[in-house]
């Protein structure tokens, strides 16, 4: 008897304290949240469409275009974004770099949550969405293909970030022995984690393969999956920057002291990090460029178009980088970071959908409600984590 | 017709291989060029 009342005394207080951290916190009426609810709430009538008519009543997907920027950019895009978790990850337990530990939670969180609505946004894009479990339950898949590898990776790499992540779950709710216990399994899961990535960020380049005759030659190679890994590492350490910088204003009051002392040094370290990976990256892109000839590719509006992608958003942003390492400017690595970030997206768009079926008169171009789906995509993960940070003990102290 | 001509470094590989001593040439360059980062004062320091 005595237990029963033990445990369901508990069992009030887990609901009182997550009713409690339920409940909003802060202002409503800021500009984020006047933009992003009615983005979120019409994005979700266009899935109530999509799921009831089909993809093709709000998508201009067709036989011809069968990707459009619901995995262009949520899907091949938003993984490579997600890339700083494994990179930083590996750089504080594997390298034993503590002066990135205290970004290590908020980046393993952005990671989880990119993996979880970006590449869960997959689910939108397939005709027949309930196919999706046919790869992890061995129904009717082939497990020779690119995509049989990347989506059991997917499936993974989200779990292990989960596990990741754990501690923190299990510190915010005061679970002590759980939040050990968890922690004692960090070190496991981030090397399988790196090793998954590693694959299937390159993975996602060897989708691509198969695409040879449909994508321009500038933008087609077969080392399109080495290309995809080494981008993903600027791309990751690029978006560290960026949300760091937004996160260090916005969430200020979150942030200890140390984080604030540290937070130069960080940047820095990232900033370094990032320039060597894109000098790397563009080399690997001008030795592709002449293995494969393709002076004659140059001349061209696609040939500009290449160039603008290659040295206004790869050569430009590395310069800037080494440059503000050196001078210790932070100014101009957070203008670097978006550059970086620009380059990457212009990259991923231009192998899934602009350089994709290039010699077509009618292009495929995004209807409005797939932008609309592809912003409250993104929304909803701004506000998700908004949600964590604010609660749970990820940049520093629990509100 | 087209022939082969050692001498041509299009038909072989020598701008390939120009390139990746290059590569090696300013990724020594650009390492010790970063590393040389940190004499300067911090951005905190400067503006105190």
Not at chain 1, 306 to 311: F, G, M, S
Request: aromatic share 18%; proline share 3%.
């Amino acid at each position: 008897m005595n237990t029963i009342a033990v445990v369901t005394s508990e069992f009030d207080r887990v609901i009182k304290f997550f009713w409690q951290e339920l409940k909003p916190r802060g202002k409503w009426l800021t500009p984020f949240n006047v933009i992003s609810i009615p983005i979120i709430l019409i994005g979700l009538v266009i899935l109530y469409f999509r799921f009831v008519y089909g993809i093709g009543s709000v998508t201009n997907l067709n036989q011809y275009y069968p990707l459009g920027i619901w995995i262009g950019f949520d899907v091949v895009t938003g993984v490579a974004l997600a890339g700083g978790a494994y990179v930083i990850t590996f750089v504080v337990y594997v390298m034993r770099m503590d002066k990135y530990h205290s970004i290590v939670r908020v980046t393993v969180l952005n990671g989880l949550l990119a993996y979880i609505f970006y590449a869960g946004a997959l689910t939108l894009d397939l005709g027949r969405p309930w196919h999706i479990v046919n790869p992890i339950i061995g129904n009717s898949f082939g497990y020779n293909s690119v995509l049989f590898l990347v989506s059991w990776h997917f499936l993974l790499y989200m779990l292990t970030m989960a596990l990741e992540f754990s501690p923190v779950v299990a510190e915010w709710a005061q679970l002590e022995k759980a939040r050990k216990f968890l922690a004692g399994l960090t070190l496991a899961a981030v090397i399988f984690g790196i090793t998954l990535s590693i694959l299937h960020q390159s993975g996602l380049g060897a989708l691509f393969l198969m695409a040879k005759p449909k994508i321009h030659p500038l933008w087609y190679s077969e080392f399109i999956p080495v290309m995809f890994f080494v981008s993903s590492i600027y791309a990751g350490l690029s978006m560290i920057i960026f949300e760091g910088t937004i996160s260090h204003k916005i969430f200020k009051d979150l942030l200890g002291g140390q984080n604030h002392r540290h937070y130069e040094e960080i940047v820095l370290g990232l900033g370094k990090g990032a320039a060597i990976t894109m000098f790397v990256y563009y080399f690997f892109q001008a030795l592709i460029f002449i293995h494969e000839k393709r002076w004659q590719l140059i001349a061209d509006a696609w040939g500009y178009w290449y160039l603008v992608e290659i040295i206004g958003f790869v050569l430009v942003p590395c310069f800037m980088y080494a440059y503000a390492v050196r001078n210790r400017n932070l100014g101009i690595i957070k203008v670097a970071s978006v550059l970086a970030l620009l380059g990457i997206v212009l990259n991923r768009l231009n192998v899934t959908v602009i350089a994709y079926r290039w010699y077509d008169v009618n292009k495929y171009y995004p209807s409005w409600e797939e932008i609309v789906v592809t912003l409250m995509v993104v929304f909803t993960e701004i506000w998700i984590f908004r949600w964590i940070v604010t609660r749970m003990p990820v940049l520093g102290k629990r509100q | 017709m087209e022939f082969y001509t050692y001498v041509n470094i299009f038909e072989t590989k020598g701008l390939e291989y120009l390139l990746l001593m290059s590569f090696f040439a300013l990724f020594i360059f650009l390492v010790r060029y970063l590393s040389g980062a940190g004499k300067k004062t911090s951005v905190h320091e400067e503006k105190r």
